[in-house]
């Protein structure tokens, strides 16, 4: 799955920075890309609420401008599927990734549309 290989550098390549300390939850926000892509941003909240989802809008870390981007594709062309797939790279990485470590050293991860749900994949 090259895609995993591209994600997982992606998400080294911020975790390797220094994260502040007094985050609780991470969440990956989605976007639909304007080029038939889904993009990816990684925030880290100083607060979680399980019950209100307005703290994936506070990014007291921010992965900022880099965002990883992942081709649309017949088996990912709805955004149902983008988030399966997308979940699926992310339970992955929390599996083997190299610093899984530091995001689930958080209160809670989370993984969703800006504009939809949060689905939280993983409680400490």
Same mark, same amino acid.
């Given at each position: 799955? =090259?895609?995993?290989? %591209? ?11 220094? +994260?502040?300390? #007094? ?8 976007? =639909?890309?304007?080029?038939? $892509?889904?993009?990816?941003?990684? +925030? #880290?909240?100083?607060?979680?609420? =399980? ?6 809008? $506070? ?12 081709? /649309? ?13 997308? $979940?699926? %790279?992310?339970?992955?990485? %929390? ?15 989370? +993984? #969703? ?6 689905? +939280?994949?993983? /409680?400490?």
């Amino acid at each position: 799955m =090259e895609n995993y290989k %591209l994600f997982s550098n992606w998400l080294n390549h911020i975790l390797e920075q220094e +994260i502040p300390k #007094g985050i609780k939850a991470f969440n990956f926000n989605l976007y =639909e890309g304007s080029g038939e $892509t889904y993009d990816i941003h990684l +925030i #880290g909240s100083d607060e979680f609420d =399980e019950d209100d989802s307005d703290w994936a809008c $506070t990014d007291y870390f921010s992965s900022e401008e880099d965002i990883f981007s992942i081709k /649309r594709s017949g088996d990912i062309q709805h955004w149902e599927q983008g988030l399966n797939y997308i $979940t699926m %790279l992310v339970e992955r990485y %929390l599996k083997e990734g190299e610093f899984a470590n530091i995001l689930k050293s958080a209160s809670a991860i989370g +993984i #969703g549309f800006v504009d939809g749900d949060i689905d +939280i994949l993983f /409680r400490a």
